[in-house]
């Protein structure tokens, strides 16, 4: 995904890319390198999203499911959403306690249809997703729909290795994008990723 060639949200899915959509004999090996690629990034954006024992956790792209048992010891419920049912598969194992207490919720999903009610969750948090969703609007439009009044949205995308950052142009779009619909969006980096935070 180098920057200088990549056209990100132009309505079609990232082809050739396995993490996009892990499907296939590659599907668990995706997974895999997911949960120790990600392991720090999730830590890190735990930690900014401040989840308290209330709130109601939408987790979009959860890949093979570090984050949702990250989420799932500080929050109410999680429910985590993912294009690919490998995705969903493992995430249901890696947190098959938290299903079973209903803690955990999983289910194919995608940014643009999570399948949430409206108003229904406090916090959406999506990490390493934001430039693989075909449309950003669209996205943007339906993770404000599922927010409750005065609930946060938290995306994260890689900082490292450099070809897989975020241009500055397409910086700027995801933060137009979260303050076209939002108001106001604020964007930083962290030590691993870099954040885009609204609020409804």
Do not use: I, K
Not at 12 to 29: D, I, K, T
Not at 56 to 61: C, M, N, Q, Y
Not at 129 to 135: C, D, G
Not at 155 to 178: D, G, I, K, N, Y
């Amino acid at each position: 995904m180098g920057s200088e060639r990549r056209r990100l949200w132009t309505g079609e899915a990232p082809s050739g890319n396995p993490f996009a959509l892990p499907r296939g004999p590659l599907g668990p090996l995706a997974g895999l390198l997911m949960a120790r690629g990600n392991r720090r990034q999730n830590a890190e954006v735990l930690a900014y999203c401040g989840v308290t024992p209330e709130d109601e956790v939408l987790e979009v792209g959860h890949g093979p499911g570090v984050l949702l048992g990250m989420l799932a010891e500080r929050a109410r419920t999680v429910t985590g959403v993912d294009p690919s049912p490998q995705m969903v598969r493992m995430a249901l194992r890696r947190n098959f306690a938290a299903v079973r207490a209903g803690r955990v919720r999983v289910r194919v999903g995608s940014a643009d249809r999570t399948g949430a009610p409206d108003a229904s969750m406090d916090l959406v948090v999506s990490v390493n997703t934001v430039a693989m969703w075909p449309r950003l609007d669209a996205a943007v439009d339906e993770l404000h729909r599922v927010l409750r009044p005065g609930g946060r949205l938290v995306l994260s995308w890689h900082l490292s290795p450099a070809r897989f950052a975020l241009a500055p142009h397409e910086r700027t779009e995801v933060r137009e994008a979260l303050a076209h619909r939002f108001g106001t969006a604020d964007t930083r980096d962290l030590r691993h990723g870099a954040v885009f935070f609204a609020q409804r």
